[in-house]
């Protein structure tokens, strides 16, 4: 497949590791009361669908950036690339 | 017309090179041929019809095609290792001393033992493994399998290992045109005139396609000289790449295709160092399939016959290869592309015995007698082609007299490309005929015959408005190219699949299947056309179907009573045709499988004559022999023994180091790790424990602070590159405001660990003076940045993998091999011992640390005996999910030590522990061993591993059981710290 | 001084060459490497260090920079997301990260790389047949300065164009030099 690097224009996803579900990025409040549920929830729930799905791609033999790849698991049709740092923040991680 | 047979096969014409002679080997026969021939028309030359012997019932075959689809002359070519078994004869080009020999038949082609098959025929139908020889079922796998097995099958590996080398490659262009026949030429001029990048390929010698193979004229030229001049100037063009022995192989995803170029197969010999063939993965925006079609049989009673081939390839023997097959020949067609094989083999002087055409108003023929309405219902000749029986319009019944027969039963544009991507091309009634479909890969099109457009003309202009049309998309403007005038003549065809009647009629001619099979799946309910496929094998040898999957699937719509898009087709999955596997491995096959890192020191070691190991990608010193040392494990005692008692020098340089920095590396450390680092002072090192976020352990190792902002960790040498990916995902997704940058330096920096009650002696010899390594001035724990030897820039840490008093010493890379001849001699004094892994890993076994072997990703914080480091007053990643009660149960597996009862037994990793009395299953596993090696300070064997409830079960007696080998030793639970277990070694 | 004698990434003494029709490719052990990372809210800071030490902005992805610093050349190259590496001579700019370091402060952080990476050159002809055997970078297009991330035999590696179809240098893991080399050497004895 071919990823479009929002830097770095279009690059074979051979170039990139593959993580999973962009959820991932929303990891939960250790604080929170019900962190264990939680947690447990973010790390093993997920929807699987046939069909979009936003994922996080690591370019390890590029710029070592994280991206988020919308992707239609069915036709393999790249819709979005985005840098998962820019993704993270507008999803409100910070420090 | 010309007496041009002059007694043997060869007739005027054609595109070879009579000027060069070939000499070649056909079972064991010398025979003669031309520069341009394939074997097979090499073959035909010289009056050679039989060919091979079909797959279940060896049946003689003869040559069915011209081309790539070839079903039945699949040889072995070449000898030895360069063997190559099912080469289709039809696409070997042939070269001087080549030599092939016929398969799957014993022990000659002409007196095939296993012909007995075919008197068998009625038990060996379709699926006959199901319903015969099951009984008694014991049989099947030790007798009638073997049986059955040794009498199929094609060719033979030759069972050495593959003497060529392979390339891989990597190409982008534009477009990319798939066929270099009338419309992929007309398409790459169209293209190339543009300027854009254009790269055309085709998996034929000679650019053409038909053309080669047909006496059409494009403009005043003859075909096959228009297209010598296109290929000419094409390949002159700099930005166009003309790619001949070229098959594309696949259409992947985004434009992607799998190609493979036959760099020196239609040499004898490759030249040294030259790879036999290239892998390209081609990227382009756009891609014109312009693959034409392949011509599919019409099944009668006996069809397979030596001599009896497609219409269309009995004429491209003549018109390109100057070869008849026989000197009278006959014509079985139910279309008019059928009668041009009559008119192009009447030009040459070769006696047309008639012509049959199925349909009533078949048009007329000068000189020819065409019998419409007729139709060929047997054929004798069981070695070659006699004479075939005709029935005509009015029942009657006749044979005629012919050595070869040509078939037409229309044309299948070949769409295998398209459907790559699971796509299903679409039945087209006028043609009679499957095009592609409109869902197909992104970006490809299609041009002429491929398309189901079977004129020249068609194949001209669609091929030029395709490359107009696809550099349209992606922004390059082009006009199409003037094209020459060509015919333009329609498509006259009237569908007919087979003959009935008795007798076998032959769909897939490879795997044997007939049209009694079809109707044997249909009665047996296998009726959609994937279990009509998988039921009768029919489309699943080597040629995967080219001439045979259509007309099955209409023979099974008129059996069904169904049309044929309601059948459909299968799947349609890379590569188009048989490709060696090593040119899909590459370079990357024995010693350079993967690449091989080397150590700094990996030259002295190598002068020491070290034995090495390989620790994933690199080669490590394993033990270092000495004289009179005749085991391995002397070595090692010794190393471990010298070590422990003076001074030992091991390169530990392929350890992970990551560089960490910015103003909140510490708190980035600390959410890292589950263990704190956020108060670490400057100038010290500590232990990380690294879980992952399900509270699994994922690696550990020492993290130093050289300054306010500025981290160094080691990680260990395997999980190097998956913990840097771990961080940067930290660092990116979780916490994108905290300032932490990290810098992967594990090849920057050469280092040492130099260990043992001497070690300290050493180094002060080597460090340089204003530098205070006392014990008080360097404690336990202690880093810095110092320099050695005169100025040379170091890093010191004082941490200690064997127990000993030890440090590490890293300089950059490059003085590596002066630094470690330079601790040689300066420990001279002192014994200094080189050690290696196995020692290292004896030593660290003796200590009691956790290592690999421990941290299997199945273990915990706790399982290790770390429990209390994962903090719980700050957030770390696997803290929360660490504390789960699966994982925190009373009973939990503890890291113990395990000492053997009887002191001459040996303690072998993977045992897994059973309590005297209980019996020895799963359900009563108390744990397993996880490391063991022989202690030399201890003279036992000794082991790690993880019991439930360990801590409490010291002095417990248990059985540590290998079942794999049968074998099971008693063994003590004891700490876990063998050596120096206070710890006092390390803070002397 | 130290008298500690350096190796090249390929164990020798000296660098290796090896010319194959026309085609030169040289082990360049004379070249010194730092990281270079931007720090967080250190943009206007980084920026003024950045001319101060190359006299230039750093070059944006995909690029490099050619610095003539009088006393030899220097490139910059961008490597990742507000991260660079810089080449400079070793005769002249062995200590280039500490010379960084005390340009840019707490702007940047910077990480010596000198021995980390070993660089190889392929000068002269047919330079774009050879690397299209090892990488899917597109180096017929790389115009002078381009710089890509590519894998080449499984080694992952910096290319950059030096001079379009003519020059190129290839910057790998100093661990894989030899590997690398002998790659290299192979696939130009195969393809030319």
């Not at chain 2, 036999?276 to 081609?282: A, C, E, F, P």
């Not at chain 3, 194959?20 to 004379?30: A, Q, R, T, V, Y």
Request: charged share 20%; hydrophobic share 40%.
């Amino acid at each position: 497949m071919i990823i479009d690097h929002p830097l770095l224009g279009p690059r074979d996803s051979a170039e990139f590791t593959y993580l999973g579900d962009a959820s991932l990025i929303d990891r939960p409040d250790w604080q929170d009361k019900k962190a264990a549920c939680k947690f447990y929830e973010y790390l093993y729930l997920r929807d699987n669908p046939a069909g979009e799905h936003r994922e996080l791609w690591y370019h390890e033999a590029g710029d070592r950036s994280w991206l988020v790849v919308t992707r239609n698991t069915v036709t393999h049709e790249i819709t979005k690339v985005e840098l998962a740092r820019s993704v993270a923040k507008a999803r409100g991680r910070s420090k | 017309m010309s007496d041009a047979i002059t007694g043997g096969y060869r007739i005027d014409g054609g595109l070879i090179d009579r000027s060069t002679e070939l000499n070649f080997r056909f079972d064991g026969k010398s025979l003669k041929g031309h520069a341009g021939d394939t074997l097979a028309s090499a073959l035909l030359a010289n009056g050679v019809r039989l060919m091979g012997r079909s797959f279940k019932y060896h049946r003689p075959r003869g040559v069915l095609s011209a081309g790539a689809e070839e079903p039945n002359a699949i040889v072995a070519l070449r000898e030895g290792a360069f063997t190559e078994p099912n080469t289709r004869a039809t696409t070997a080009e042939l070269f001087d001393e080549l030599v092939a020999r016929s398969q799957n038949r014993w022990p000659a082609l002409g007196f095939d033992v296993m012909a007995v098959n075919d008197v068998m025929s009625n038990f060996l139908t379709a699926g006959f493994y199901y319903k015969t020889f099951m009984w008694p079922a014991k049989f099947w796998e030790k007798i009638y399998e073997p049986i059955i097995r040794h009498a199929a099958g094609l060719g033979a590996l030759s069972g050495m290992s593959d003497p060529d080398c392979y390339d891989k490659g990597f190409l982008h262009c534009d477009l990319l045109i798939i066929g270099a026949g009338p419309a992929g030429l007309a398409a790459a001029m169209t293209a190339g005139k543009s300027g854009a990048r254009v790269i055309i390929a085709d998996e034929d010698f000679l650019p053409g396609g038909r053309l080669n193979a047909e006496t059409i004229a494009i403009g005043d030229a003859a075909g096959a000289t228009w297209a010598a001049q296109m290929a000419g100037e094409l390949a002159s063009m700099p930005n166009v790449r003309l790619m001949t022995r070229t098959t594309v192989i696949g259409a992947f995803d985004h434009g992607i295709y799998g190609v493979v170029e036959r760099v020196t197969d239609h040499l004898a010999a490759a030249p040294e160092g030259k790879a036999r063939q290239v892998l390209w993965r081609i990227y382009s925006k756009r891609a014109i399939l312009a693959t034409g079609s392949l011509e599919r049989p019409i099944a009668f009673a006996n069809n397979d016959r030596p001599g009896i081939m497609q219409a269309g390839a009995l004429r491209a023997y003549a018109n390109r290869w100057a070869v008849t097959a026989a000197s009278d020949v006959a014509v079985f067609t139910n279309n008019d592309d059928g009668h041009r094989t009559a008119r192009d083999l009447a030009t040459k002087g070769v006696k047309i015995a008639a012509i049959i055409d199925t349909r009533a108003d078949a048009p007329e023929h000068a000189n020819v007698e065409v019998f419409a309405g007729a139709c060929v219902t047997d054929s004798r000749g069981r070695l070659g082609l006699s004479k075939v029986r005709v029935r005509f319009a009015d029942g009657s019944q006749r044979w005629i007299k012919c050595g070869a027969l040509g078939v037409s039963g229309g044309w299948n544009p070949n769409v295998h490309l398209t459907c790559h991507q699971r796509g299903h091309p679409v039945w087209n009634e006028t043609i009679a005929a499957f095009v592609p479909g409109s869902v197909g890969p992104g970006g490809l099109s299609s041009a002429g015959a491929a398309a189901g457009m079977f004129s020249t003309a068609a194949a001209l202009t669609s091929g030029a408005a395709a490359a107009v049309s696809a550099l349209g998309e992606i922004g390059i403007k082009v006009k199409a190219i003037a094209l020459p005038l060509a015919e333009d003549a329609p498509v006259n065809i009237k569908a007919f699949w087979h003959v009935n009647g008795k007798g076998r009629a032959w769909l897939d001619q490879q795997n044997d299947v007939t049209v009694k099979d079809v109707k044997l799946a249909y009665q047996e309910n296998f009726r959609s056309v994937e279990h009509l496929k998988r039921y009768t094998t029919l489309g699943m040898a080597t040629d995967q179907g080219k001439t045979s999957n259509i007309s099955g699937l209409a023979v099974m719509a008129e059996i069904a009573g169904k049309s044929i898009p309601e059948i459909g087709t299968t799947i349609y999955r890379p590569p188009y045709t048989p490709t060696a596997i090593g040119v899909f491995g590459g370079r990357s096959r024995d010693e350079s499988f993967r690449p091989v890192r080397l150590t700094p020191s990996h030259k002295w070691a190598s002068e020491q004559g070290a034995v090495f190991v390989e620790v994933g990608m690199w080669m490590r010193a394993q033990w270092f022999p000495r004289a009179g040392e005749t085991e391995w494990r002397q070595s090692v005692n010794r190393e471990v023994l010298a070590t422990r008692q003076s001074v030992g020098v091991c390169d530990v340089s392929t350890l992970g180091k990551i560089d960490v920095q910015g103003s909140d590396a510490a708190t980035f450390l600390n959410r890292i790790y589950c263990n704190g680092f956020a108060k670490l002072p400057i100038g010290r090192t500590r232990y990380g424990l690294m879980l992952r976020e399900d509270g699994i352990v994922m690696d550990d190792g020492t993290t130093a602070r050289l300054g306010e902002t500025h981290f160094v960790m080691t990680t260990t040498t395997a999980n190097a590159v998956s913990v840097f990916r771990h961080m940067e995902f930290a660092r990116q997704c979780l916490w994108p405001d905290l300032d932490v940058q990290i810098i992967s330096t594990t090849e920057a920096w050469a280092q040492f660990s130099v260990a043992g009650p001497n070690s300290r002696k050493v180094l002060e010899l080597i460090v340089d003076s204003e530098f205070d390594i006392s014990n008080e001035g360097f404690p336990f724990m202690a880093c810095g940045e110092i320099t050695v030897c005169g100025g040379l820039r170091a890093r010191l840490f004082r941490i200690s993998f064997s127990g000993e008093l030890a440090y590490e010493i890293a300089v950059p890379t490059r003085f590596g091999d002066a630094l470690i001849r330079r601790l040689i001699k300066a420990g001279e004094e002192f014994d200094i011992t080189p050690y290696g892994t196995e020692a290292l890993g004896v030593m660290r076994i003796e200590k009691g640390h956790a290592a690999g072997n421990e941290l299997n990703g199945t273990t915990t914080a706790l399982n290790l005996g770390l429990g209390r480091m994962v903090s719980k007053i700050k957030d770390s990643i696997g803290s929360i999910l660490s504390e789960r009660e699966g994982l925190t149960r009373d009973d939990a597996l503890m890291q113990v030590g395990f000492r053997p009862v009887d002191a001459s037994d040996s303690v072998i990793a993977g045992s897994h522990l059973m309590t005297v009395g209980d019996p020895a299953n799963a359900a009563h596993d108390q744990g397993y061993i996880t490391s063991a090696a022989y202690s030399p300070v201890l003279s036992s064997s000794i082991g790690i591993g993880f019991l439930k409830n360990g801590a409490k079960r010291k002095g417990e007696i248990l059985r540590a059981m290998n079942p794999i080998e049968g074998a099971e030793i008693m063994v003590e639970v004891v700490s876990t710290h063998f050596v120096d277990p206070k710890g006092e070694r390390l803070r002397a | 001084m130290h008298d500690l004698i350096p190796l090249t990434p390929l164990g020798g003494d000296s660098a290796q060459i090896k010319e194959i029709d026309g085609l030169i490719i040289s082990e360049m052990p004379e070249f010194a490497y730092a990281s270079l990372a931007m720090r967080l809210g250190k943009k206007i800071g980084f920026r003024r260090a950045a001319k101060k030490a190359i006299g230039m902005l750093p070059p944006k992805p995909g690029e490099s920079s050619k610095i003539n610093t009088g006393k030899g050349f220097l490139t910059v190259f961008w490597t990742g997301v507000d991260q660079w590496i810089v080449e400079a001579p070793s005769e002249t700019h062995a200590d280039i990260a500490l010379q960084l370091k005390n340009t840019f402060n707490d702007n940047a952080s910077v990480t010596e790389q000198n021995d980390g990476l070993a660089r190889f050159d392929l000068k002269g002809k047919h330079t774009v047949t050879v690397l299209e055997r090892l990488s899917a970078a597109d180096s017929a297009k790389m115009h002078a300065g381009s710089v890509t991330r590519t894998s080449i035999e499984h080694v992952i590696c910096f290319l950059i164009c030096r001079e379009p179809s003519k020059h190129f240098s290839i910057i790998c893991p100093q661990s894989f030099a030899a590997h690398l080399y002998q790659s290299i050497v192979t696939t130009a004895k195969s393809a030319l």
